[in-house]
């Protein structure tokens, strides 16, 4: 998982994030293949998942949850440094094939996959929050869909997952404001 670093306005270790919380909300129980195809999607580390790490993978990503839930600026925070104080993150400037240099959390060789995913997470979720200074996440507010985004715009707040949903809400409050005429 990489982050060009939110001024670049790339936040692809961000939707890392919430693509995981989706993948785990939608299937709790998500195996190694899954978890491991996502990584690889978002440039992850290497890993060949076992069983036992995605179970790991899986116990570690409900520390994302609540943050992911919250709009409150100081209590996003809060969370953030906690889980920096419990999963300290030593980033590195890293240079992969073909991509500019971006900014990885390295851990220990102890520290083991747990550690990876919170430290690098609660790096991305801390400067996407210094940088936007506001929760730029949420779930969407479509009925029917509680899927989690990352708020990418430069002016009003983001309420939708998806442009898909955001026509589907305008379309049926256009039906329903007909129907009253």
């Known amino acids: 998982m990489t982050d ?3 001024g670049r306005g790339n936040p692809r270790g961000l939707h ?22 996502l990584l690889e999607r978002h440039g992850g580390p290497p890993f060949r998942l076992t069983d036992t790490d995605a ?3 899986r116990r570690a990503a409900r520390h994302l949850t609540p943050i992911l839930d919250t709009h409150d ?13 419990h999963h300290p993150a030593h980033p590195r400037l ?3 094939p073909g991509r500019p240099w971006s900014l990885h959390t390295q851990a220990p060789p102890a520290a083991g996959l747990t550690h990876w995913l919170l430290s690098t997470c609660a790096l991305a979720l801390g400067l996407w929050l210094s940088e936007r200074g506001t929760c730029a996440w949420g779930r969407c507010a479509a009925p029917g869909c509680d899927r989690f985004f990352i708020d ?6 983001q309420r939708y997952c998806t442009p898909r949903c955001a026509t589907r809400v305008r379309v049926a409050a256009h039906r329903a404001q007909r129907a009253d005429e």
């Open 55 to 57: 179970r790991e993978l």
């Open 4 to 6: 060009d670093g939110p």
């Open 152 to 157: 990418t715009g430069r002016r009003t707040p």
């Open 16 to 37: 890392f994030i919430t693509d995981l919380a989706n993948t785990l909300q939608d299937d709790p129980e998500a195996d190694a293949p899954t978890l491991q195809a």
């Open 73 to 85: 600026e100081d209590r996003a925070a809060e969370a953030i440094n906690t889980l920096l104080d």
């Open 94 to 96: 890293v240079r992969l």
